[in-house]
């Protein structure tokens, strides 16, 4: 990929508020339509100015294989295509894939400059945040508590095998952490921020703006706690 960073992110950003403008005020082929405008430029960012979008998506699905949603991205930008074509327009559905165009073209942000630390990743979630952009900044602040729980299974040599071992590998840093009174409230709000994407989509986003700044602070603090338990040399990551 050659495009930087932020003229992706710009260009995309906006074709993106013209969808939820469009959206507001009930335009759904229009919201429909510069939301498969953003998706196109995502993926001509990714590919090149000659990109097919199709194949294309299907490579940067298997680049990013360790998003296990990206193909369900990919299918939702599709579906702003194909609906522009029809009447059965949906303003929830519409806005739902809106989101998901955004989650989409941050992975390809992510693939051109990958994030190397957790501060990495939460500054992007904090950018996500400033831009209103609430359901990705969840997602990334979910995608730092799990490089944190990874760096700290590393250090104390725990077998760490992904997300579904992220709540034993805390329970084992808060034992060791005992003193600590403070760090089983940021371990709540690590593993409360993977739903708060969830409560963004059915209530909608600025409901919880503050619960996902405050989650993301609450990790930003975890990530402290970790530095300060784990020697040097597994730093890194952190």
Known sequence: MTQ????????????LRQGREALAQGELVS?????????????????????????????LVNEHRGNG??????????????NVE????DKDGVGRRLDDV?????????????????????RRARECLNNGYL??????????????????????????????????????LEKAESGQREISGLIYAAENVRQTAKYCAMQGDSRYAEVVADDIGAIAKLADFVLGAVSSENRRAV
Not at 69 to 82: C, G, Q
Not at 86 to 89: I, M, V
């Open 102 to 122: 955004q989650r989409l073209t941050i992975l390809v942000a992510d693939l051109a400059d990958p994030p190397q630390t957790a501060a990495d990743i939460l």
């Open 69 to 82: 949603n990206a193909a369900e991205w990919v299918v939702s930008a599709m579906a702003l295509s194909d």
């Open 135 to 172: 359901i990705p900044a969840s997602d990334k602040g979910w995608e730092a508590a799990l490089l944190i729980a990874k760096t700290y299974a590393d250090a104390i040599g725990y077998d760490y095998r992904g997300e579904s071992q992220f709540s034993r590998v805390m329970q084992l």
């Open 4 to 15: 930087p960073q932020p003229v992706l992110a710009a260009s995309c950003d906006h074709f």
């Open 31 to 59: 919201a429909s339509a510069a939301g498969w405008q953003a998706a196109v430029f995502t993926v001509g960012a990714y590919a090149g100015p000659d990109a097919d979008f199709l194949d294309d998506a299907r490579k």
């Open 86 to 89: 029809y009447d059965w327009l």
